[in-house]
């Protein structure tokens, strides 16, 4: 273990795992849970110390493995769970078995308990379909057709899918509330919904809505999830690159203050590693998002982070500390996500696993002092000193 941060005694989490409800689960004045509370007051304050290191999926699959237990390709070149763990609810709404991208729900929910359990943290996102055209949740931006432009219309109140998106809210709200763990607590999770609305590709994208209607989806869905005894979720704003550092930019859809607890932004490097240009292009764009948000994070009160990245591939031997590293230790943000390490799609990863070129340069991104692993974080949800 390189280091320990929120040095809090172990006390409160782990009982035996038997069935009874031995531990309490006792609400803030928020009416959120007491560990919801726990887990964001730590966020603001993790950055003195360094940034959680996530991974879209870990747990569930990797580069040439499903369904493994205890297995993860992080884990397999360093020795060490990512600090967060990211899934995708989408499909949940459907009431199918298993996500877009073939996880099971139920071992979804196994995953997140565990990961409580071993002292890390969970944020959600939800690649949910159209509820309109019955499509997938992405449109083509260069040929929107009339009724996609309708759709986040067509599930605010008035709207012929306000009904069917409710009962998608209420299958989302059973999911959260069901994160309990077997002896009584409901695990805190950041849901990050409507994500990466600034370009249009989703149907709640910027060409697809207009901002008011933007803001009402959120609202609509605090609101139904908090109705529907939803106690145990932080909530996260991440646009894509669009704002290119104008904070007016990122906040024209803005849902309120009150609204968000982290916020963020998903940014892609290329994955040509002979493409310089584009190389820097990736990290000046990381550089000056970062800088805006830390800012903006400031003057709203909420905490900073970076909601999605990643190098496709991994063609670049040392990407971590050449490219990545450099510019997240510039900033106080809670954590980074890298996205996921798919089984189906060669090449579709963005972690290394056991042979691939970046894994000595991984080994010295975890070695380094700020970037945080499950070993290095004790405490997350734990009472705040
Ligand atoms: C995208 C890709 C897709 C996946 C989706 C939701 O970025 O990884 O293959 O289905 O995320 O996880």
Known sequence: MKKIILSLAMAAAIVSCNSSKTVDDPLAESGRTQRTENLLANLRKISANGYLI????????????????CRSDVKSVCNDYPALIG???????????????????????????????????????????????????????????????????????????????????DTLASFLNSLETPYGVKVPVLFRPWHEHTGSWFWWGQNLCTA???????????????????????????????????????????????????????????????????????????????????????????????????????????????????VLNKYPIAYVLLWRNAHDKPGHFYMPYPGQKTVSDFVKFYNDKRTLFVKDINGLYLQVN
């Open 212 to 326: 008011d209607q933007y803001k009402a989806l959120w609202k609509l869905t605090e609101d139904r999830l908090k109705e529907k005894g939803v106690n145990n979720v932080l909530y996260a704003y991440s646009p894509g690159t669009e704002f290119a550092g104008d904070a007016d930019k990122y906040l024209e859809r803005w849902p309120g203050d009150g609204m968000v607890d982290v916020i963020g932004f998903d940014t892609y490097c290329t994955n040509n590693p002979e493409d310089t240009t584009a190389i820097n292009n990736y990290r000046n764009g990381l550089d000056l998002g970062l800088k805006t948000i830390c800012e903006i994070a400031k003057q709203h009160n909420v905490v900073p982070a970076l909601s999605e990245t990643g190098m496709e591939s991994l063609g670049m031997e040392n990407w971590w500390t050449e490219v990545l590293m450099p």
């Open 54 to 69: 996530g991974h879209q999926d870990d747990p569930v699959y990797g580069v040439g493995w499903v369904g493994d237990s």
């Open 87 to 169: 899934f995708d609810l989408g499909h949940l709404e459907l009431g199918d078995s298993v996500n877009l991208d073939g996880v099971p729900f139920n071992r979804m929910r196994e995953e997140i308990i565990r990961q409580y359990d071993r002292g890390g943290m969970v944020t959600l996102s939800w690649h949910l379909d159209n509820p309109l055209t019955r499509g997938s949740a992405w449109v083509k931006p260069d040929s929107l057709t009339d009724q996609e432009k309708q759709t986040v219309a067509s599930v605010l109140e008035g709207g012929e899918c306000h009904e069917k998106f409710l009962g998608w809210l």
